[in-house]
Structures are given as C-alpha cells and as structure tokens.
C-alpha cells in the first residue's frame, strides 16, 4: 500500500489522515473492535487537521455507505449465484449474514470516502479549521 500513499485510495483503505496520511483518524485499527468502530480521534497529531469539521459532519457518510453496501452485496450476489449457482432464497441469505459481518467496515470505508471528498493531501482546509 505505501506506493498509494499521497492518493485518496490510501487514505480511504487505511483509514489514514486525508491531509497528511501519517496516522489512523481512529482510536483503534480494529473495526471489529465494535464498541470503538466508529470512534475517531478530534485531530491529527501531525498536521493538526480537525476531522469532525462542523457538527454531525458523518451523517454524511450514510449517503456513502449505501453505494459501498451495494458493492459488497453484488460482490456476494455475483459469487454465490453466478459462479457457485446457488439458489435465489440461498444468495440472499447469505447477503443478509454478510451485511451484518461487513457492516464494520462498510462503516469505517464510508466515512473515510465522506472525508476525502473534503479533504485533500497537502492541503489542510482553511478557516474554521484552527478554531
Ligand atoms: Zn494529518
């Protein structure tokens, strides 16, 4: 991965600082850590960066989690109706079971793509940012 380093796909996969991509934004690495998935540090020890940029800023992060719940299960749908041939009531099971083990991570994924949206490598946000 340190040859993505410097993209927003890093950041993204690592759940890395999107302005400086030296540290995780999370108190654990862990997303199976359940009761600390989805806490976040305020800033970034390097560069300073504010995550939570105004409040409720995450919320965003549900319009993102649909989409990548979506690439998941047709992940799973394409796998076990397509190639394995099992049946429809089978396939949907096993979505169901799947959307809850991956939920974690569909989680931690959507918020890193919800802040890569605002945040860019090299270039912390101005502003309300030092407040
Ligand atoms: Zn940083």
Do not use: D
């Amino acid at each position: 991965m340190k040859f993505l380093k410097g993209t927003k796909i890093y950041s993204i996969f690592t759940g890395t600082c999107p302005v400086c991509q030296s540290e995780s934004m999370y108190t654990t690495t862990n997303p199976y850590k359940i009761s600390s998935t989805l806490k976040m540090k305020e800033r970034c020890s390097h560069c300073h960066t504010k995550y939570k940029i105004e409040p409720s800023f995450f919320y965003g992060a549900m319009y993102v989690s649909y989409p990548v719940g979506l690439i998941f299960a047709g992940f799973a749908f394409f796998l076990c109706y397509l190639i394995f041939g099992l049946s429809l009531m089978a396939t949907y099971a096993i979505i169901v079971v799947e959307m809850v083990l991956v939920l974690p991570i569909v989680l931690r994924l959507s918020r890193n793509i919800w802040i890569n949206f605002f945040m860019h490598y090299g270039h912390p946000l101005k502003g309300k940012q030092r407040t």
